[in-house]
Structures are given as C-alpha cells and as structure tokens.
C-alpha cells in the first residue's frame, strides 16, 4: 500500500493500492476533502462550476456502468453454472443493490460523527 497526497496544499494523506485496486481513507478524510473541495470551488466561476458537476456526475454514471458489467459477468457465470441462482437472480440483484445503498448510508451517517 502506498501513501498519496490528495493535494498539496491539502495536508491530506490517503492509501492506495499501487495496482489501482483501491483506495483508504481513514475517518474524516471524506470530509477534510469535502471542505477542501468546497473552500477552492469559491474560486471558480459559475460556467467552470457548472462544468466540474457535469464531470463528477458523468464519472459516478461511468463507474455504476463499471459496477453493473461485473455484476452482470458475476451473475452470467452463476446462472450457467448454478440452476436456482438463476432462478433467483431478480433477488440476488435487489439484495446486492439493497445491501450497497444501506452501506452507503451508514458510511454517511460515519462521516457526520
């Protein structure tokens, strides 16, 4: 695991895997990062703003397409190989989908304590 800075004149530190296979933050960085974000944003101008929102919500769609593929890939396998699971795979995806978005929540909710 390598250490990276998050910007230099952040005084952040985070965690990541030197193969791309992750990153780690440690308890409040989110919101360190989340300020620092805030605190250079009062700089930008509206249309460059405007043009940054645009950015980050393109990568959030990239990424759940990036989720969704494996999922699908995870699910092409067990369906071929495993009768019931295809037989149950409606649920399995609700549930995969349920279990992440409560996860997320409760990492929210962490972020705020």
């Not at 998050?6 to 989340?34: N, Q, R, T």
């Not at 980050?56 to 990424?63: A, F, G, P, T």
């Not at 699971?85 to 995969?96: E, I, T």
């Amino acid at each position: 695991m390598n250490s990276y800075q998050y910007d230099v004149s952040s005084g952040i530190w985070i965690e990541g895997c030197p193969a791309g296979d992750g990153v780690w933050m440690d308890k409040g960085e989110v919101l360190k990062i989340h300020q620092h974000l805030q605190d250079a944003a009062k700089d930008l101008p509206p249309e460059k703003m405007q043009a940054l929102i645009t950015q980050l919500k393109q990568i959030e769609i990239d990424e759940q397409k990036k989720e969704d593929a494996a999922l699908d890939e995870l699910f092409e396998h067990h369906n071929k190989n495993f009768p019931l699971w295809h037989a149950m795979d409606g649920v399995m995806r609700f549930l995969y989908h349920a279990i992440n978005h409560i996860s997320n929540k409760i990492n929210q909710m962490e972020e705020k304590l």
